[in-house]
């Protein structure tokens, strides 16, 4: 039975920094699309970052510049840095799991569509 699990968030300052991190069970990351969404209210959930098996990474355009996905093969979790937080990346953060090896359509957008496994969420807050 495989397992996603998020943890890290937290309330935030604008401008701050924030890692939320992503571990599973059953399901090896280094072996599969993984992929970050926020969910803030009242939305769906978006795409913000990705990488797949050759660790090629991809970025919503509002995560650009400021959010980094990375993984630890050997810890088989996967992080997303969140740098100069804005009020817009408040939100509910789910870790994804695709069957996946390779998604280069997330050059253009990272659907949940492609997701099977699901994390609870963790809650990211941003305050002035």
């Known amino acids: 039975q495989v397992r996603v699990m998020e943890s890290g968030g937290d309330s935030v300052q604008t401008g701050g920094s924030l890692k939320l991190s992503c571990s599973t069970s059953?399901?090896?990351?280094?072996?599969?699309?993984m992929a970050w969404f926020r969910q803030g209210s009242g939305t769906g959930r978006e795409g913000v970052a990705g990488?797949?098996?050759?660790?090629?990474?991809y970025y919503s355009q509002s995560a650009k510049g400021r959010f980094t996905i990375s993984r630890d093969n050997e810890a088989n979790v996967i992080y997303l840095q969140i740098d100069r937080a804005q009020p817009e990346d408040a939100g509910v953060y789910y870790c994804?799991?695709?069957?996946?090896?390779?998604?280069?359509?997330?050059?253009?957008?990272?659907?949940?569509?492609?997701?099977?496994?699901w994390g609870q969420g963790t809650q990211v807050t941003v305050s002035s």
């Open positions: 059953g399901y090896t990351v280094e072996h599969h699309c």
């Open positions: 994804g799991g695709s069957h996946l090896y390779y998604c280069y359509d997330w050059n253009r957008e990272i659907p949940a569509t492609d997701i099977t496994y």
């Open positions: 990488m797949d098996q050759t660790g090629s990474k």
